[in-house]
Nanobody, 121 residues
Framework: QVQLVESGGGLVQAGGSLRLSCAAS????????MGWYRQAPGKQREKVAV???????VYADSVKGRFTISRDGAKNTMYLQMNSLKPEDTAVYYC???????????????WGQGTQVTVSS
């Protein structure tokens, strides 16, 4: 009933920038928190950033000062602006959204399909 569509991944050199987008669609009643996770080869999945419906944000220490998470409530879209990218940022990035669907007062955390971000040195 709810789909998350990601875009914006790609290949960049160290020091470059990318902006990831995640658009939620479907039978959405409300969206609570949204966030970005990433998983690199040989590493555990890492929470990168989250944003609440009120606009509060939390970042992983590894990306503070470089990444910015934002959301457009009217569009049900979330963004991750990534600046000063480092090779260690290379990972598959996943967007998540905690959504209450129409017709039922039950929330569920949905995941996008993932988008590859590769940073070369």
């Amino acid at each position: 009933q709810v789909q998350l569509v990601e875009s914006g991944g790609g290949l960049v050199q160290a020091g470059g920038s990318l902006r990831l987008s995640c658009a939620a669609s479907g039978s959405i009643f409300s969206i609570n928190t949204m966030g970005w996770y990433r998983q690199a080869p040989g590493k555990q999945r890492e929470k990168v950033a989250v944003i609440t419906s009120g606009g509060s944000t939390v970042y992983a220490d590894s990306v503070k000062g470089r990444f910015t998470i934002s959301r457009d409530g009217a569009k049900n879209t979330m963004y991750l602006q990534m600046n000063s990218l480092k090779p260690e940022d290379t990972a598959v990035y996943y967007c998540t959204s905690t959504v209450t669907t129409q017709g039922m007062g039950v929330s569920y955390k949905y995941w996008g399909q993932g988008t590859q971000v590769t940073v070369s040195s």
